[in-house]
């Protein structure tokens, strides 16, 4: 079978009407719900009019709307992310190397206090063991 450019310009047709179609029935407020405050004074949410009492209707604040981001946006949005978390995990890391280096300095001090109490036990002319 040979496919001539009017076979491909139909099958292209096709798939654009397609997917035409197939996105017009996508609920674009999807995952926004609406908002009220019910009698008690707590704010309630519902995915639909039908959901909301009759007597809070007139009250429904509208749904947030949920930004839209370009894939410029998008790629910025996570290298920020990226940034700060490197950042976090630096600050870490330097505090880390903090506890390590003061841990060390009191260990040395603790040897250097033990070997100052070693010398003067040895110029005091005590010698450990000699009963």
């Not at 330097?94 to 040897?111: F, G, K, L, T, V």
Request: aromatic share 8%.
């Amino acid at each position: 079978m040979r496919w001539s450019i009017r076979n491909l310009a139909f099958v292209g047709l096709i798939t654009t009407s397609v997917c035409v179609v197939g996105f017009s029935k996508v609920d674009i407020s999807h995952g926004q719900s609406l908002r009220y405050m019910d009698s008690s004074g707590n704010l309630r949410f519902a995915d639909s009019i039908k959901d909301v009492p009759k007597e809070y209707r007139e009250q429904i604040y509208p749904p947030t709307p949920t930004p839209v981001l370009t894939k410029q946006q998008q790629f910025q949005k996570r290298m920020e992310e990226e940034r700060i978390q490197r950042q976090k995990l630096q600050r870490e890391r330097m505090r880390q190397m903090e506890r390590d280096r003061r841990s060390i300095d009191a260990e040395r001090a603790a040897r250097k206090k033990k070997n100052e109490l070693r010398q003067d036990e040895l110029s005091s002319g005590f010698q450990p063991g000699a009963f």
